[in-house]
Each structure stands twice: as C-alpha cells, then as structure tokens.
C-alpha cells in the first residue's frame, strides 16, 4: 500500500476510534490557518534567560542545523548592536546559511536606532545574505510613562529606523514591545508610520505575557485592519511570551486571529519564565493539520537546547519530558497491551495518549511499580524479549508493591537472572 493509502487508512481509523471534539462547532482551527509560518528566537531571545548560559558557536551552529531541519522558516541569530562579539557570532551564523545553503530565513534584532541596523547592513554586505531587520520599539503608555518618551519622538524613531533599514537594502519586520498593553490610537499611529516607512512585516508582542487568548485576538485583528488599511501586503506575526502559562494557546488564538507568523523558543526558554515553547507549538500545528512535517529531530533539538543552556528539561514537560510516554499504571498498560494484542502499533500508541509518541520517534513505555498489574510486567517482559512464567511475574509483582518508586530496570532483571530466565544480550 502507498504512504498516501496508509494515511487515508489511518485517518478512517482515527474518525472511527476517536471523536474529536476539538473539531465540533465554531472552535476547530482546522481550516481556518492552512499555513503559518514559524520564527526561531532561541539563539537571541531565549538567550536572554537569567538562568541559561550562552552555548559555545558549535553548539548554536547545531542548534542552527536542527532549526532548517525541522523546517522552521525564519531563525533570529541575534542582536548585533550588542558589540563586536555578537556581530562575530552573527556573522559566523550567516555564514553557515550561505555555506551550506540552509533554508532557513535569517533575522536580527535592532533596536530603533541606526547604530544596532548598520551592522546588520555591513554582516548582510559581507555575507552576501539579506538578514531582515527585526526593528522594536516600546509602545505601551507605562513604557512611555516611565521612559519620558512622547508620541512624536516614537514616530520619528519608527520612521528613521524603518527608512534606513530599507534604504540599505535590508527587509524590515517592525515590533512594538507590549502591544498588548498599548492604546489603538497610538499603535494606529505607529504601525501606519512603520508600513508607510516602508516595513512589509510588523509584529504584536507581548513583552510582559499580559494577554488571554480574547486580547490575544482582539489585537491581532485590529492591527491586521490597521496595516490591510495602508494599502499594502504585510504580514502579521505574533510574539508571545508565558508568564501566565499561556504561550503555546495565545499563539494558537493568534493564528486564528489572521496572524500570519509564529514566534517561539525552544524549551520557551527566554526572559522572567520565557517565551512560548517552539517545540510545542510544533507539535500543535502538526496535530491540527496546519504542518506536515517530519518531527521526528523535536526531542534532539529539546535535549541539545537544555544541555548547552543549562536548562533542565523537567520530567513531566509535555512531550519531551522523561514521562511523555511512560506509564507505571496497571488499567493504562492493560489498554496497551491489548491493543498491540491486536498487533495494531498504530493502536497501541494512541488507546492511552492523546498524542502518539511516533509523532517525534519515540515508542509507549511501561514501568513496572507499585501503582502496576500484571499487564505492566507482561509489557515490560515482553518489550525485552524475555519470556514470562507465573513465579517470575509472581516476584516481580511483589517486589513493585513493595516499593515506592518504579522499579529499575536492574531490579527487574536482577530476578530474572536469579530464577535463571533467559535474558537477550
């Protein structure tokens, strides 16, 4: 049978096993965003953790590679107004895009101010690569407040930047920092100034992670009508960041608003509790059918990003975490097992998950402790190669119920090898 047969088949099967609730009524996505492109901020924005440190170039020309892999269309590599060690790394980034033709879109960040643009302009000069200008700028009326900026003195930052960007070739992406505490009357202003300065993307951020998935919309929406009202083809991405847990659905309710791009980190790593997590967003968008991609690079991406930074990927993070795809409960193994009884994979990996841990190449793994039945030691035997007796399964059973952890895998074994059951090398 073809791929595509198998898919159609494995799509029957699921309309038939599963009702999908997420798909009733007004609320299913679907085919209201067939495609949303996605923008990598990890080697910038992530950066900007407390808690993480700087991955070596190596490590970020890697984390590079696996961004282009997984078909993620823009990667911001940087702010290079910073000083000359990050025009270095920059420079070393855009050089790796051209050298070995990633597909990757490269972006820089800059503030409003020709000193952060210009070298972005002589990298783009050097390197032959049109590196966008991801330009920002406070809009919100505390900012202001707190910085005695007034409105005149914004738009003239606006329009400088945006213009000398342009005039020197570059593509520019125009971001109002906290637009989602900002007034309309000043983001009309703003956002107009920017698209009439000649910016052909402008962004929605939100800086502080102050939005619910409503504000989410009712922003995206108006700044789409704003920019749709100059006359000119621009698009809209959203900037989301997660200090009320919030980043990967406001991102969602985004894209449903019209938003046309996606921003995130890996891990969410990223300023206060960080930015939404890419990873996740990823797998979302596969799930609903806006992408379909190989993620089966997802869980090396996570790991590489956690080792490098130094930030621990907890145990239960969705999807990636030690626990994604493990289960030490007795009725959830039993539902497994029976399934793959059935010799149905497919089954077995979706009967107790909402997300099948083929997604990202990984298998449903059984544990064997206290909380388990004798379906869990089936599972775990059997996923081994190691055939069951009932004064094996007997001892195993007791021992999980006399601990108050799941069972090591040397434990297990440890039994086995005292009873003298054939163990496979």
Same mark, same amino acid.
């Given at each position: 049978?073809?791929?595509?047969?198998?898919?159609?088949?494995?799509?029957?099967?699921?309309? *038939? @096993?599963?009702?999908? %609730?997420?798909?009733?009524?007004?609320?299913?996505?679907?085919?209201?965003?067939?495609?949303?492109?996605?923008?990598?901020?990890?080697?910038?924005?992530? @950066?900007?953790?407390? /808690?993480?440190?700087?991955?070596? $170039?190596?490590?970020?020309?890697?984390?590079?590679?696996?961004?282009?892999?997984?078909?993620?269309?823009?990667?911001?590599?940087?702010?290079?107004?910073?000083?000359?060690?990050?025009? *270095?790394?920059?420079?070393? @980034?855009?050089?790796?895009?051209?050298?070995?033709?990633?597909?990757?879109?490269?972006?820089?960040?800059?503030?409003?101010?020709?000193?952060?643009?210009?070298?972005?302009?002589?990298? #783009?000069?050097?390197?032959?690569?049109?590196?966008?200008?991801?330009?920002?700028?406070? /809009?919100?009326?505390?900012?202001?407040?707190?910085?005695? %900026?007034?409105?005149?003195?914004?738009?003239?930052?606006?329009?400088?930047?945006?213009?000398?960007?342009?005039?020197?070739?570059?593509?520019?992406?125009?971001?109002?920092?906290?637009?989602?505490?900002?007034?309309?009357?000043?983001?009309?202003?703003?956002?107009? &100034?920017?698209?009439?300065?000649?910016?052909?993307?402008?962004?929605?951020?939100?800086?502080?992670?102050? /939005?619910?998935?409503?504000?989410?919309?009712?922003?995206?929406?108006?700044?789409?009508?704003?920019?749709?009202?100059?006359?000119?083809?621009?698009?809209?991405? %959203?900037?989301?960041?997660?200090?009320?847990?919030?980043?990967?659905?406001?991102?969602?309710?985004?894209?449903?608003?019209?938003?046309?791009?996606?921003? !995130?980190?890996?891990?969410?790593?990223? *300023?206060?509790?960080?930015?939404?997590?890419?990873?996740?967003? $990823?797998?979302?968008?596969?799930?609903?059918?806006?992408?379909?991609?190989?993620?089966?690079?997802?869980?090396?991406?996570?790991?590489?990003?956690?080792? #490098?930074?130094?930030?621990? $990927?907890?145990?239960?993070?969705?999807?990636? !975490?030690?626990?994604?795809?493990?289960?030490?409960?007795?009725?959830?193994?039993?539902?497994?097992?029976?399934?793959?009884?059935?010799?149905?994979?497919?089954? &077995?990996?979706?009967?107790?998950?909402?997300?099948?841990? /083929?997604?990202?190449?990984?298998?449903?793994?059984?544990?064997?402790?206290?909380?388990?039945?004798?379906?869990?030691?089936?599972?775990?035997?059997?996923?081994?190669?190691?055939?069951?007796?009932?004064?094996?399964?007997?001892?195993?059973?007791?021992?999980?119920?006399?601990?108050?952890?799941?069972? &090591?895998?040397?434990?297990?074994?440890?039994?086995?090898?005292?009873?003298?059951?054939?163990?496979?090398?």
């Amino acid at each position: 049978m073809s791929q595509n047969g198998k898919k159609h088949q494995q799509e029957q099967a699921d309309s *038939e @096993l599963i009702y999908d %609730w997420n798909q009733a009524g007004d609320g299913d996505l679907r085919p209201q965003r067939p495609h949303v492109e996605l923008d990598d901020e990890t080697l910038r924005d992530g @950066l900007q953790s407390p /808690s993480v440190v700087s991955p070596p $170039l190596e490590d970020k020309l890697a984390i590079l590679h696996l961004i282009d892999q997984l078909g993620v269309e823009t990667a911001d590599i940087g702010l290079p107004g910073a000083g000359p060690h990050v025009v *270095e790394t920059v420079t070393r @980034l855009a050089q790796e895009i051209v050298d070995q033709r990633l597909a990757v879109r490269p972006s820089a960040a800059a503030r409003t101010m020709r000193q952060d643009i210009q070298p972005i302009a002589e990298i #783009t000069q050097k390197t032959g690569l049109p590196i966008r200008v991801d330009c920002f700028l406070g /809009s919100s009326p505390i900012r202001q407040y707190a910085e005695a %900026w007034d409105m005149d003195r914004l738009l003239k930052l606006t329009h400088d930047a945006v213009s000398f960007s342009v005039e020197n070739g570059l593509p520019v992406m125009y971001v109002t920092e906290d637009t989602t505490r900002a007034k309309p009357e000043d983001l009309r202003r703003l956002y107009t &100034a920017a698209v009439e300065a000649g910016a052909r993307r402008v962004c929605v951020a939100d800086t502080v992670g102050h /939005s619910t998935p409503n504000g989410v919309r009712n922003v995206v929406r108006f700044i789409r009508e704003v920019v749709d009202a100059t006359g000119e083809s621009v698009k809209v991405d %959203w900037h989301g960041h997660n200090d009320r847990g919030l980043g990967v659905i406001n991102s969602l309710a985004a894209a449903e608003a019209g938003a046309d791009g996606l921003h !995130g980190t890996a891990l969410g790593i990223g *300023e206060r509790v960080g930015n939404t997590p890419l990873d996740l967003l $990823l797998v979302n968008m596969q799930l609903l059918g806006w992408i379909d991609r190989d993620l089966s690079r997802l869980p090396e991406y996570c790991e590489l990003v956690s080792r #490098t930074t130094g930030v621990p $990927l907890p145990e239960n993070y969705p999807v990636f !975490g030690h626990n994604a795809f493990r289960t030490g409960t007795g009725v959830h193994a039993s539902a497994i097992l029976k399934a793959r009884a059935k010799g149905d994979e497919w089954l &077995a990996d979706r009967v107790y998950s909402g997300i099948p841990a /083929s997604l990202i190449g990984k298998r449903q793994i059984v544990e064997v402790g206290p909380m388990s039945g004798e379906s869990n030691i089936a599972f775990w035997l059997a996923d081994r190669g190691i055939a069951a007796d009932p004064g094996l399964t007997e001892e195993i059973f007791l021992k999980a119920k006399e601990s108050d952890a799941v069972l &090591a895998e040397e434990d297990i074994l440890a039994i086995c090898h005292r009873r003298g059951t054939a163990v496979p090398a």
